[in-house]
């Protein structure tokens, strides 16, 4: 077992999952719900970075079916993001399952 040669395959998969990571932070998704009448868009990385909303949907008497598709959009997207990461990371881990990633 060389030890050398394993520290350097472990810093390459290192830098690897960093560019992973850098790359999946460019990548988006997109989720709609409530027949498109709300879209979210989020990062591979997590992050939400656009909320459209169609006005037919918005009424002032009935604020709770806003907020429902609202946060319902933004667990779609965040989990298609994750979903999205966790693929990419597969790929660089050959399928191992690394605690962390």
Do not use: H, W
Not at 7 to 24: C, D, G, H, I
């Amino acid at each position: 077992m060389n030890i050398a040669k394993m520290m350097q395959q472990a810093q390459q998969l290192q830098a690897n999952m960093q560019s992973t990571q850098e790359e999946l932070a460019q990548k988006s998704v997109e989720a709609s719900v409530g027949g498109g009448k709300v879209t979210v868009t989020a990062t591979g990385a997590g992050d939400v970075t656009a909320i459209r909303i169609d006005r037919a949907v918005v009424d002032p008497d009935d604020v709770e079916f806003l907020e429902e598709l609202v946060l319902t959009g933004v667990r779609d997207a965040l989990a298609k993001g994750k979903e999205m990461a966790a693929t990419e990371m597969k790929k660089l881990t050959g399928g191992m399952n690394i605690p962390g990633l």
